[in-house]
């Protein structure tokens, strides 16, 4: 699949993934119908490699492609960006199990939680894993589900070079309990409830080690990890402030204000949000752009990202997530009284973007680590 298809395809469901969004929102979980529709498009698989049939598309691509899906519904777009990123751990699983779970099904839909909250106990054929995961956003629609663990064996913690061993162990869905708690201010819709597994048996080749340098060697698997789930988080949220922006256009060009005679696309006030939301995100975008271009050439030549480049990538992705936070306040807050009813696109798009905030990857204290390195220390957090 080449990067102007992923795109173009992505843009061919958004009236699909429009109609459907007050009813998604209402069950709190995507459609499996539109998933595996977007499935099939290649989207679930933009990131996986080309030799197991995926798109393994330019970082660019992948940004480009959340925004757009995500300024049709936010919550699709958070879903697929899930997706989309789990679907990376194909360039680090065994072989066979890459083969089976992603080149035999191309279609496959993966999501997971990286936060090591499970226990993978070492058996004679792989692992047992018990554990439960908060945010299992997409689970309802996932072919597989990963959830992070700690290993041991014999009872006792295994230990690496690089401290506790840690896996994302894959689960099939008929082993996993999905507990109803996603019951949030905003992004319903996609489903992010607790997950839970008991004694699961993961078959040796069903897991990928956390921080092994991948076993397929492309630029894209060379790219920080944690760079693109930054990027792919904020890309949501500027997907989100997008959609704002069409709504408030709308809503400027037909209210008129209690006390007034004329529509609020007259009111100095009103211009002056718009512009200032607009510039906010312009800007925003621009720079993440230019990061992921130098980012994406240095991942292309020596295959090493300097530490500088790191921190601009999530400098980049946390600038996006606050910039669209800040324009989507600003056009709530324009939009008057209007703003707060549930027919009203911007009520969702302010409670959805300020829940895009929260994630870890954006969340400000990102900032602290990208400031050490400006200064030349060591950032103190992984980037």
Same mark, same amino acid.
């Not at 459907?20 to 209402?26: L, N, P, S, T």
């Not at 009111?267 to 510039?279: C, D, K, P, Q, Y």
């Given at each position: 699949m080449s990067e102007t298809n992923v795109l173009a395809t992505a843009r061919s469901f958004a009236d699909?993934?429009?109609?459907?969004?007050?009813?998604?929102?209402?069950?709190?979980?995507?459609?499996?119908?539109?998933?595996?529709?977007?499935?099939?498009g290649g989207l679930f698989g933009m990131l996986v490699p080309a030799r197991y049939g995926g798109g393994e598309v330019h970082p660019r691509e992948f940004f480009e492609t959340l925004e757009a899906t995500a300024k049709a519904d936010g919550a699709v777009g958070w879903c697929l960006m899930i997706g989309a990123t789990t679907g990376l751990l194909a360039a680090s699983l065994d072989e066979? &199990?890459?083969?089976?779970?992603?080149?035999?099904?191309?279609?496959?839909?993966?999501?997971?939680?990286?936060?090591?909250?499970?226990r993978a106990e070492h058996t004679g054929a792989g692992l047992e894993v018990s554990g439960r995961w908060a945010f299992g956003s997409a689970c309802q629609v996932s072919d597989w589900i990963t959830g992070g663990c700690f290993v041991y064996?014999?009872?006792?913690?295994?230990?690496?070079?690089?401290?506790?061993?840690?896996?994302? &162990?894959?689960?099939?869905?008929?082993?996993?309990?999905?507990?109803?708690?996603?019951?949030?201010?905003?992004?319903?819709?996609?489903?992010?409830?607790?997950?839970?597994?008991?004694?699961?048996?993961?078959?040796?080749?069903?897991?990928?080690?956390l921080g092994q340098r991948p076993?397929?060697?492309?630029p894209l698997y060379r790219f920080p990890t944690f760079g693109l789930l930054a990027l792919g988080v904020s890309a949501v949220s500027m997907g989100i402030a997008s959609h704002a922006v069409d709504a408030f256009l709308a809503l400027a060009a037909d209210k008129v204000p209690t006390g007034r005679t004329h529509p609020l696309a007259?009111?100095?006030? &009103?211009?002056?949000?718009?512009?200032? &939301?607009?510039?906010?995100?312009?800007?925003?975008?621009?720079?993440?752009?230019?990061?992921?271009?130098?980012?994406?050439?240095q991942a292309s030549g020596t295959g090493r990202l300097a530490i500088e480049t790191k921190a601009d990538l999530r400098l980049a992705a946390t600038n996006n997530t606050w910039a669209a936070a800040e324009a989507v306040t600003r056009l709530y807050h324009a939009g008057g009284g209007s703003s707060v009813y549930l027919d009203n696109e911007l009520q969702r798009c302010f409670r959805d973007v300020h829940v895009t905030t929260q994630h870890l990857m954006v969340a400000k204290p990102s900032l602290a680590a990208i400031g050490r390195v400006r200064l030349g220390l060591a950032p103190g957090a992984p980037l």
């Open positions: 699909e993934i429009r109609k459907r969004g007050e009813k998604m929102e209402r069950k709190r979980r995507m459609s499996r119908g539109l998933a595996r529709r977007m499935a099939s066979d &199990a890459a083969q089976a779970i992603y080149g035999d099904h191309p279609e496959v839909i993966t999501s997971g939680v990286t936060a090591p909250n499970g064996q014999n009872g006792e913690r295994v230990q690496d070079e690089r401290g506790p061993r840690m896996v994302l &162990a894959f689960f099939r869905p008929e082993d996993v309990k999905v507990h109803d708690t996603w019951h949030t201010a905003g992004l319903c819709g996609t489903g992010s409830h607790d997950i839970e597994v008991k004694r699961a048996l993961v078959p040796d080749g069903h897991f990928v080690v076993r397929v060697d492309a007259t009111r100095t006030s &009103a211009h002056m949000e718009l512009a200032a &939301a607009v510039a906010r995100l312009r800007s925003a975008r621009a720079y993440t752009l230019e990061v992921i271009g130098k980012a994406f050439e």
